[in-house]
């Protein structure tokens, strides 16, 4: 049996047998309003498809894909895969669950499996086994999926979980996410990606309705006018994040679904700097969509603004008296002795860069809030034990502090502001020899280009091959050398081969040398 081909596969297939070169990931991406991982998690279903037709699929690294399809025998094939395309819509497993879990989110229940099998046009067993999968993670997100003979099927939360959660689903970050039907940008807003298809399958009829309502775009300046009267400014992704948190908001609010949170918590909300920008944002989301909001869901945009990353820091009085006693001189005196760099507590850079990545984090963690993993996530350098060490160090004083225990994205973030910081305080080398052919006007050159990429290297002695001694090894710090030097030296870790242009592979063996150097 051949295997069913989603439609998204289908149009990938289409465009390859039409191609007549190699084509990328990327411009298939670009062609058919994907993402350049939808594309490659498509390719092993496309490749089957060919393999069951005796054609296969090329992959040519760093150009492409191609098929070997002869012109006549493409056409054929296209003209089986429209006669399919026009009588079936076919949804990939992952597709399937994510409708299916938005479905249940945001349509009050519940559903017998009947009503689910006809909108998602699936079998019973189907539909059991992904409500299986979906009824999993639910769990894992305070949902409870009940379902009851003769009931039907629910998801039961609080509101606030509700939302969470279809903010996950939105933005992508579910086990069931792979093939992802969504996609968030600045440029677009939120996208639909089976939009084109909705008259084919009921549920994706509703499913684009709802998601019509989530209106990024015009959050999307909301939350820049928060920025201003807060200011300060949140990172590019966060500002998306708030705003389809926003979005959502909106959107329950005007369905009459409020947040149920302790009144407590929502008294010291209103004694706080923030309340009055949350309020002024609560003011622009009711009066767009006509709804009423109420304290705590005045509550709710505070704790999220409160919550969400910064790229430069908040006033003082919004970073302090916030429920937390954040001992930031104590974290900075502790980082000048960790790496035995004096100026290094007084790094005002780095003191910001912890405010805004620790302050929120503890508010997350307060809270109870998601914020996508994929935006703290981050790539450590090679070698960051030393810097994970004393990062660890931070979340210690941070736990004291507040009680409040940093993740693991957390301690990474940390641990890259302090590689940073390190290179930008280290004392830097005295003594550099760049070793060149005597006479060579090259030297000349690769002393400029060094001293232009690397301006604090300001002691360079230029010497010959013949001229270099012991003593001179010995003494340097760093040995740049466009020749291959003696036998007694070419084994020396300071001693780095060089092109007289100074390529960028140059620059980079002398980027992690200076990085790691103790």
């Not at 989110?105 to 046009?121: A, D, H, N, V």
């Not at 209106?215 to 928060?226: E, F, H, Q, S």
């Not at 949140?234 to 979005?247: C, G, H, R």
């Not at 010291?268 to 009423?292: C, D, H, K, Y």
Request: with cysteine.
């Amino acid at each position: 049996m051949l295997p069913a081909l989603t439609n998204r596969q289908r149009d990938i297939l289409k465009i390859l047998l039409e191609a007549s070169k190699p084509i990328s990931s990327v411009e298939l991406a670009g062609l058919l309003h994907l993402s350049p991982h939808q594309v490659i998690y498509s390719m092993p279903a496309v490749r089957e498809w060919l393999k069951q037709h005796n054609e296969d699929l090329y992959i040519h690294s760093g150009i492409g894909f191609s098929t070997t399809v002869s012109r006549k025998q493409a056409l054929a094939l296209q003209q089986e895969i429209d006669v399919n395309a026009s009588t079936q819509l076919v949804l990939s497993i992952s597709q399937r669950q994510q409708l299916l879990a938005l479905f249940l989110l945001t349509r009050p229940g519940p559903f017998i499996l009947s009503q689910l099998e006809k909108i998602l046009q699936v079998s019973r067993m189907t539909v059991s086994k992904d409500l299986d999968e979906v009824e999993v993670w639910f769990l894992g997100e305070q949902i409870t999926l009940t379902r009851k003979p003769h009931f039907g099927i629910q998801a039961v939360c609080t509101e606030s979980s509700r939302r969470q959660t279809i903010a996950k689903l939105i933005w992508g970050e579910t086990p069931f996410s792979k093939d992802p039907i969504t996609e968030v940008t600045h440029a677009d807003g939120l996208v639909f990606d089976l939009k084109g298809y909705v008259r084919l399958l009921p549920i994706l009829e509703y499913i684009n309705t709802f998601l019509s309502q989530i209106n990024i775009r015009r959050t999307v300046g909301l939350v820049t006018k928060a920025e201003e009267q807060l200011g300060g400014r949140f990172t590019d992704d966060a500002v998306l994040n708030l705003a389809l948190i926003f979005a959502i908001m909106a959107n329950r609010v005007q369905g009459g679904h409020h947040l149920g949170i302790d009144k407590q918590l929502v008294s010291e909300l209103e004694t706080m700097p923030i309340w009055p920008v949350a309020g002024f944002v609560a003011q622009r989301l009711g009066q767009t969509s006509n709804s009423s909001w109420k304290s705590e869901d005045i509550a709710g945009i505070a704790m999220e603004l409160l919550s969400a990353q910064r790229n430069e820091i908040l006033p003082g009085e919004l970073v302090q008296s916030q429920g937390f006693n954040l001992d930031i001189r104590r974290i900075m005196d502790y980082l000048g002795e960790a790496f035995n760099i004096s100026k290094l507590k007084h790094d005002q850079t780095l003191q910001n860069g912890l405010l805004n990545n620790i302050i929120p984090a503890c508010f997350r963690q307060r809270f109870n809030l998601w914020f996508p993993d994929s935006l703290t996530k981050v790539e450590m350098p090679e070698q960051p034990e030393r810097e994970l060490g004393i990062a660890q160090g931070i979340v210690n004083i941070v736990r004291e502090n507040t009680g409040v225990v940093l993740g693991e994205n957390d301690l990474n973030i940390l641990a890259m502001l302090l590689r940073a910081a390190y290179i930008r305080n280290r004392s830097y080398l005295e003594h550099v020899i760049v070793v060149c052919p005597s006479g060579m006007a090259t030297a000349q050159l690769l002393v400029a280009r060094l001293g232009v990429r690397f301006p604090y290297l300001n002691s360079l002695e230029v010497v010959s091959m013949r001229d270099l001694t012991s003593a001179m090894v010995l003494s340097a710090d760093l040995i740049l050398t466009t020749v291959p030097l003696p036998r007694q030296y070419a084994g020396n870790p300071k001693v780095i081969r060089v092109h007289p242009l100074l390529m960028p592979e140059d620059i980079e063996a002398i980027t992690k040398f200076l990085s790691y150097r103790e």
